[in-house]
């Protein structure tokens, strides 16, 4: 029995041991002899329907062959570009960053389309996000109806917000405009990215002109409208001001929810008016049943942080972790510095396990403070061992 088992273990460890670069090697030969029948079958003479085309183009394994199908199937009598077809090679042209051929397939579709607005609207995403190319992105959002689609308000606005955020604010106003020659209605939506795009701008003024359009163009204002209005109002220090349209909110009905308050929370600790932001947050929003989120703790956290109020920021780590929110590695870190500066061992130590019980290992340029502020206490009670411990385990 034992000579059978030793016979055995030379045939499972060789196994174990089998070289990955000859699996890694083996499989790149599978994929690319599969590649090279896909490619065969779009040189193939035998009709070849569209569904085949995008099945096959689908099943490719090297994007970056994407290209060669295009020019074989578009060469073909039968080619027939329909749209997951065109979804399949798009898909494929975006995995091999051949953005600029997506240009030259849409140039090839016949006519008359039939292509969906979602369709456009996730190229246009990808224009946008993936290839970075917001100018395409805008010139294919102004040609859709060239194809026989005209943009839904959801594609107008994503390419408004896209805009606002790469502050192309003068576009922006541009496309707007533009607005009804592309048989787009505007909505409340629209005019809150407006509303964003001004504040961002600084142009406070202009923000509250389309603010107050609202109800002349028969649209209700939302939460999302004040909080952004709000937050323009914060950016400026005008805080006051943004806590007054509160009183507006309740008078059109509308719920101060947890974002709002966020806003206004935020914006008293930027303007250096922590205590109120901490009143807000333990008085104001629960008086208004409304209960703060992980977001409303951190502001307040930041704000005590910055103005060196450690223990203070304790207390609402630990609050934080009561409830189950993540503490940001931040504000650990800003915690634990704190603690090192003032030579509060026992609270660095503390710093460090609550770090390492949220996720968090402290970064190389963390522990240079914490081993000078070990070696200046000279506290027994805290070695450097143990805090390693706590990384450690």
């Not at 400026?236 to 943004?242: L, N, Q």
Request: overall charge positive; proline content about 3%; charged content about 20%.
């Amino acid at each position: 029995m034992f000579s059978r088992t030793r016979s055995l273990l030379p045939s499972l460890t060789s196994h174990k041991t089998q070289n990955p670069s000859l699996f890694s090697s083996s499989q790149q030969n599978t994929n690319n002899n599969k590649d090279n029948l896909i490619l065969q079958r779009f040189h193939h003479k035998d009709w070849l329907t569209s569904k085949e085309a995008t099945t096959l183009t689908n099943s490719l394994t090297n994007p970056s062959l994407s290209l060669t199908i295009f020019h074989l199937y578009s060469s073909r009598k039968d080619y027939n570009p329909t749209q997951p077809f065109c979804i399949s090679l798009i898909t494929k042209f975006t995995q091999s960053h051949n953005f600029t051929y997506i240009d030259t397939l849409l140039k090839t579709l016949p006519k008359p389309y039939s292509f969906t607005q979602d369709f456009f609207f996730n190229l246009i995403k990808i224009y946008a996000h993936k290839a970075q190319r917001i100018d395409k992105a805008i010139q294919l959002l102004n040609e859709m109806p060239n194809y026989g689609t005209w943009p839904s308000i959801k594609t107008f606005n994503f390419v408004l917000n896209v805009l606002v955020n790469s502050k192309l604010y003068d576009v922006v106003f541009d496309l707007y405009a533009s607005a009804l020659k592309l048989g787009v209605e505007i909505d409340a939506c629209c005019l809150n990215i407006m509303i964003k795009g001004l504040c961002k701008k600084g142009e406070m003024e202009s923000a509250f002109k389309v603010f107050d359009e609202f109800p002349k163009m028969g649209l209700k204002r939302n939460e999302r409208t004040f909080a952004t209005i709000m937050n323009g109002l914060c950016e400026k220090g005008m805080v006051d001001e943004g806590f007054g349209l509160l009183e507006r909110m309740k008078e059109e009905g509308i719920v101060v929810d947890v974002v709002v308050y966020n806003v206004l929370i935020h914006g008293l600790v930027k303007n250096g008016r922590v205590d109120e932001g901490v009143t807000v947050l333990e008085d104001v929003m629960m008086r208004n049943g409304c209960y703060p989120n992980e977001s409303s703790y951190q502001h307040v956290l930041y704000g005590l942080i910055d103005l060196k109020r450690f223990e203070e920021a304790k207390g609402v780590v630990e609050k934080m972790v009561l409830k189950g929110f993540v503490v940001s590695y931040d504000s650990f870190k800003g915690l634990v510095l704190g603690f090192c500066r003032e030579g509060l061992i026992e609270e660095v130590d503390w710093g460090v396990r609550s770090m390492v019980r949220m996720g968090f290992v402290p970064r190389m340029g963390m522990w240079r403070p914490i081993v000078r502020c070990i070696v200046v206490s000279r506290d027994v009670s805290v070695s450097f061992d143990k805090i390693l411990d706590s990384v450690n385990n």
